[in-house]
């Protein structure tokens, strides 16, 4: 991993900085031009952290690249050494799920990773740091999700007064803003948003068990949750699919 300088935090010094999370992935992707929409100076930071979509990375870094992020960090983490998850274990990923049974209380699937998004804003809150940023961005949404509990409102407002304790830009007066602006969007209002700002889509990958290849199943929560938004908006999902999906093969 290359090291980010530190920059300096004058108002001369150009336009405001912020951090960017980035899988790869529709929301993140969206998050990131939304970020560069509202005049921010972008900086991506994506997790190698034992995924088995690994293609995500590769996503990232062409997403990263497409939207002109000022600066794209990736950082190796190992969530295996934690076991059980079905993202980071040899462990079956949930497929055919009913779409309006997903979120449910209570209804956590087993594609889960505890604390994860914890964990990657708890290394943005470092970056900011060392970028002079007074903001993070991140793309959790608690519409059209699969239940998982670092990705609801509750979530979002106890992470922001952790870092209003727990850095010392918070503890002097500077606080550190956490921004979700997908929070409480539906997936095809998200997909809208990011069309309107130029994202390519056919870029990004959502897939929980892609095949080697990197087309996407079309069965697990995540592929049907993607493909019924672009449905619902009258567009057809440019990323690949495998052949035998409810995508047809679309790519």
Known sequence: MKRPR???????????????LLSGGLDSTTVLAI????????????FRYGQRHQGEIAAAQAVAAHLGASGHVII??????????????????PKDRELDKLGQAGDIPITYIPARNT?????????AKVLGAADLFLGINALDYSGYP????????????????????GVEGRRLRVHAPLLKLTKAQIIER???????????RSCYDPRADGAA????????????????????????????SPAGGAA
């Open 119 to 127: 964990i990657f804003l708890s290394y943005a809150l470092t970056y």
């Open 35 to 46: 970020a560069k929409a509202q005049g921010f100076s972008a900086y991506a930071l994506s």
């Open 217 to 244: 199943c079309g069965r697990c929560d995540s592929c049907q949750l993607r493909l019924a938004g672009f449905a619902q908006g009258g567009h057809r999902d440019p990323a690949p699919y495998v052949a035998d």
């Open 76 to 93: 190796d983490i190992d969530l295996r050494v934690f076991d059980g998850s079905a993202l980071t274990a040899d462990l079956a990923v």
């Open 6 to 20: 530190p920059a300096k935090s004058s108002p001369a010094a150009g336009p405001p900085r912020a951090v960017v």
């Open 194 to 204: 990011g069309l309107g700002l130029g994202v390519d889509y056919g870029l990004t």
């Open 150 to 169: 670092d990705c609801r409102p509750e979530y979002l407002r106890a992470f922001q007064r952790l870092a209003d304790l727990a850095t010392r830009a």
